[in-house]
């Protein structure tokens, strides 16, 4: 059973930075694809940004790019988000995700991804 354990969120303001941390264990870590999302109160999950197996390829959301970095170490079967220069819509519970299928590029549909962890709260402050 794979579980995702993200950690990392908390109260900041605004133009501050945070550093999202997952923790994934019970499949080949270094197979998959992982994605970051988030869910700001009264919206639909979206999605942030997501990077590759090996972590050679990364997508964002063009809201936070420039701003935001994933990243992953795969000998700590960890993926992270470094979230620099933040903003009040920002504000939402992230969630880390694994993608489906083994060695697939990295995608931004939810539906893409078939693991997710419980979230962690991020709110910033103006």
């Known amino acids: 059973q794979v579980q995702l354990v993200e950690s990392g969120g908390g109260l900041v303001q605004a133009g501050g930075s945070l550093r999202l941390s997952c923790a994934a264990s019970g499949r080949t870590f270094s197979s998959y694809s992982m994605g970051w999302f988030r869910q700001a109160p009264g919206k639909e999950r979206e999605f942030v940004a997501a990077?590759?197996?090996?972590?050679?390829?990364?997508s964002y959301t063009d809201s936070v790019k420039d701003r935001f970095t994933i990243s992953r170490d795969n000998a700590k079967n960890t993926v992270y988000l470094q979230m620099t220069s933040l903003k009040p819509e920002d504000t939402a519970v992230y969630y880390c995700?694994?993608?489906?299928?083994?060695?697939?590029?990295?995608?931004?549909?939810?539906?893409?991804?078939?693991?997710w962890g419980q979230g962690t709260q991020v709110t910033v402050s103006s």
């Open positions: 995700a694994q993608q489906r299928y083994i060695k697939i590029l990295p995608r931004r549909s939810e539906y893409e991804y078939d693991y």
């Open positions: 990077i590759s197996w090996s972590g050679a390829y990364t």
